[in-house]
């Protein structure tokens, strides 16, 4: 499982790099989750609201960091996200504060779930086009102060049902960012797996087509409500693990950490048979 971007090839005016192993992650809670996780993982990210100690701990474990710029754009009422009026001294602090985890290449992410709240309320392309206009400008400040970081943004295909305006306002999103992930969480509804499934397979093909360069990052769900059919889950995470695979990277959403869910619905305290969807992500 190698990456797609920047992988293979080679010319004559020099040695060919090897490639570089796929980036498989977990969103860790605190720095004790590092010791105590199931998966075999490369990277890590750190969590909402710059839990700075957890993204050191996973810097000082060897593993590839996702940094939390989301302090950039906060959600405002009715779905609006909004670069922050002091977007370049905030940024400026963060770096003072915390060069050590800001290595060359490091994944910053920007926006979750981009465009979710605005949908859910409407389809509204005015509503779109501002949050949009406001990544540009947030990308443009982020370059700007740190030219070397890749980054990014996150989709939920939730914002796409019932929503033919946002398509095009998704792919403009996508031009201009290094990576771009998806959120595909099945809910508990079956009537959605479909076009979940459908979403997650093309993706990729809406994002080169958009960014040639994008990496493409698959967010995996590992939480599950008590109350869901647990087959239906099963069938579902099986599915979309295996589509994970044409995805850049990958990185683990639940299995410990499940921020405002409930505890039990991570997936540390899944069952033997849920628990063998992820078996090969699972340490032995």
Same mark, same amino acid.
């Given at each position: 499982?190698?990456?797609?971007?920047?992988? #293979?090839?080679?010319?004559?005016?020099?040695?060919?790099?090897?490639?570089?192993?796929?980036?498989?992650?977990?969103?860790?809670?605190?720095?004790?989750?590092?010791?105590?996780?199931?998966?075999?993982?490369?990277?890590?990210?750190?969590?909402?609201? #710059?839990?700075?100690?957890?993204?050191?701990?996973?810097?000082?474990?060897?593993?590839?960091?996702?940094?939390?710029?989301?302090?950039?754009?906060?959600?405002?009422?009715?779905g609006q996200i909004r670069l922050?009026?002091?977007?370049?001294?905030?940024?400026?602090?963060?770096?003072?504060?915390?060069?050590?985890?800001?290595?060359?290449?490091?994944?910053?992410?920007?926006?979750?779930?981009?465009?979710?709240?605005?949908?859910l309320l409407g389809d509204n392309?005015?509503?779109?086009?501002?949050?949009?206009?406001?990544?540009?400008?947030?990308? *443009?400040?982020?370059?700007?102060?740190?030219?070397?970081?890749?980054?990014?943004?996150?989709?939920?295909?939730?914002?796409?049902?019932?929503?033919?305006?946002?398509?095009?306002?998704?792919? *403009?999103?996508?031009?201009?960012?290094?990576?771009?992930?998806?959120?595909?969480?099945?809910?508990?509804?079956?009537?959605?797996?479909?076009?979940?499934?459908?979403?997650?397979?093309?993706?990729?093909?809406?994002?080169?087509?958009?960014?040639?360069?994008?990496?493409?990052?698959?967010?995996?769900?590992?939480?599950?409500?008590?109350?869901?059919?647990?087959?239906?889950?099963?069938?579902?995470?099986?599915?979309?693990?295996?589509?994970?695979?044409?995805?850049?990277?990958?990185?683990?959403? #639940?299995?410990?950490?499940?921020?405002?869910?409930?505890?039990?619905?991570? #997936?540390?305290?899944?069952?033997?048979?849920?628990?063998?969807v992820y078996s090969r992500f699972?340490?032995?």
């Open positions: 499982m190698l990456t797609a971007c920047g992988g #293979g090839g080679g010319s004559s005016d020099g040695p060919t790099l090897p490639p570089q192993p796929r980036l498989v992650g977990e969103i860790f809670g605190t720095p004790d989750q590092l010791a105590t996780s199931d998966l075999v993982t490369n990277a890590g990210y750190g969590g909402y609201g #710059g839990a700075l100690e957890t993204s050191r701990a996973i810097q000082k474990a060897g593993k590839a960091n996702l940094l939390d710029f989301l302090f950039l754009f906060p959600t405002r009422e009715r922050v009026e002091n977007a370049s001294a905030r940024l400026d602090s963060y770096i003072a504060q915390n060069n050590d985890l800001l290595v060359p290449g490091v994944h910053v992410y920007l926006i979750d779930e981009m465009y979710l709240g605005a949908a392309p005015a509503e779109y086009q501002a949050q949009l206009d406001d990544l540009t400008r947030g990308i *443009a400040l982020v370059r700007q102060k740190l030219p070397s970081a890749k980054v990014g943004i996150s989709f939920s295909p939730h914002a796409t049902f019932n929503n033919p305006k946002i398509t095009p306002f998704i792919r *403009a999103a996508i031009a201009q960012v290094d990576w771009v992930g998806t959120t595909s969480y099945w809910l508990g509804d079956k009537a959605t797996i479909p076009a979940l499934h459908e979403w997650s397979r093309t993706l990729p093909g809406i994002a080169r087509a958009a960014q040639p360069k994008v990496e493409t990052w698959y967010i995996a769900q590992a939480f599950r409500d008590l109350n869901w059919d647990r087959q239906a889950f099963r069938d579902y995470m099986q599915t979309e693990l295996q589509i994970s695979d044409s995805y850049d990277a990958i990185i683990f959403f #639940g299995w410990q950490e499940t921020s405002e869910l409930s505890k039990q619905t991570a #997936g540390r305290y899944f069952e033997a048979e849920t628990r063998a699972l340490k032995k």
